[in-house]
């Protein structure tokens, strides 16, 4: 008589094996192998799922491949050209010498470019974006390309759907990818009017019955619109009348407190490469090539809009290495003064926390505005945990309290400004693809930290003084959520 218990133990014992020798193979980082280790011996069968679906490592195992560029050859092309163009503005730009680290560093890990013929406009909330939004995709000519975490069939939602259908009768050529877990409410009939007005519309990383665990954490967080090669929007606000502070006045919801950012100039192009190469790995029929994307959507800049240096830092399971936790790391040990740093997330990681401490630690004015009531406890009570090692290190915490902040900024010396879609979290660094803009230039600096210090009037300073009378249930519960930090 067959024992089928027997063998049913015997298969869940190899694949328990074949698990924890993946994690030992997979996992660098020796606290989270062990972690993962006991995750799945302890919690039979619900281990393993939970590893899989969100420990695995997608930039050792490159599942994202299909992009623009495929040809090392052309890369390696392309990164000549990009150093030699950098070297030359370094040249001849001495104020940029400070920040000659975090420059080459971008360059070298993202392939992007130092440009310095932009300009740059800060857009303070929903209120003030989705207008300039409005107008300049009204003035679109040749194309569109739109890439949103958060596309939402609401008022704005509409509204900005109303003159894509316009510009695409009008034969602009429009290009929507929406993320298929953060956009749900557009899936069906908003997507259906866009395609058949003659625009295309792709989900990104579709989710299905049979791929969500695996896809579920791996979300496109970034929030990307490229007008005519020659004009882009980015920062943190999505698509969603809950960002427009003027709707939520008529609709008592809380004031959403973010930040974006409207770029012209030839870093409009480095977001224009990202987004066609986030295009070719959504679609299989409708991708672009190398030679027409130079064709048609890198027009040259004839008259420069400005003269701001900027570059673009973009990462995900997708790349080599996670750019953009390490230009963060890099622009904090460039500060030699001032660190602003606003996000609504703040789950740090062991580098960034010890970076910030350090900077705090050599006498550098250091201040973190945080939601003082986030849209998650489990997250807010994980961000609290690090709270106590921050002001003991001298770190000036800020809780905001006039509404929800959602704007993820760094500001290094009022000169040094990175706006964009990565929180201060994990999952930023390691599980979602994010972008973020990094901006070399004392006027936009200035005008960052005005904007912080104003946050900083509708907030409460905390003390470590007082933070230490929290109960010791509290502090229990604070802990217990940081466990939860690798997927939160």
Known sequence: MINWLLIAQGIYLTILVATMIRIIYDTTVPSKTFAYLMLVVILPVVGIVFYYAVGTNMRKRRLYADKLIGDGKVRQKLMAEAERHTGGLLATRQELGPYKKLIN????????????????????????????????????????????????????????EEILLERARAGVKIRLIYDDFGSRSIRHKMAHRLREAGAEVMPYYRMTATTFLSRFNYRNHRKVIV????????????????????????????????????????????????????????????????????????????????????????????????????????????????????????????????????????????????????DSKVVSKAAASYYQRLLEAGVRIFEYEKGFVHAKTLVVDRALSIVGTANLDIRSFDLNFEVNAIVYDQTTGSQMAATFFDDAEEATELTLEEWMKRGKLTRFIEKLARLMSPVL
């Open 105 to 160: 560093l971008m360059q070298h890990t993202n392939l992007n470019p130092l440009t310095a013929d932009n300009s740059v406009d800060i857009l303070v909330n929903g209120e003030h974006k989705f207008p300039r939004v409005k107008e300049m995709l009204r003035r679109a000519e040749h194309h569109i390309h739109i890439e949103y975490y958060r596309f939402e069939d609401d008022l704005v939602g509409r509204g900005l």
């Open 227 to 374: 007008i005519d090669g020659h004009t882009a929007f980015v920062g943190g606000i999505n698509v969603s009348e809950a960002y427009d502070n003027e709707i939520g006045k008529n609709k008592n919801t809380p004031f959403w407190r973010d930040t974006h950012m409207m770029v012209k100039g030839s870093a409009v192009h480095q977001l224009q490469y990202l987004f066609l190469n986030d295009w070719n790995f959504c679609t299989k029929d409708q991708k672009v090539s190398l030679e027409e994307a130079r064709q048609h959507y890198f027009p040259e800049i004839t008259k420069p809009p400005g003269n701001i240096a900027m570059q673009i830092a973009a990462s995900g399971p997708d790349s080599k290495a996670p750019a953009i936790l390490y230009s963060i790391l890099q622009a904090i040990d460039l500060a030699e003064e001032e660190l602003l740093i606003t996000t609504p997330y703040f789950i740090p990681g062991q580098s960034l926390m010890d970076n910030i401490c350090i900077a705090a630690g050599t006498g550098l004015d250091v201040r973190l505005m945080v939601p003082r009531k986030g």
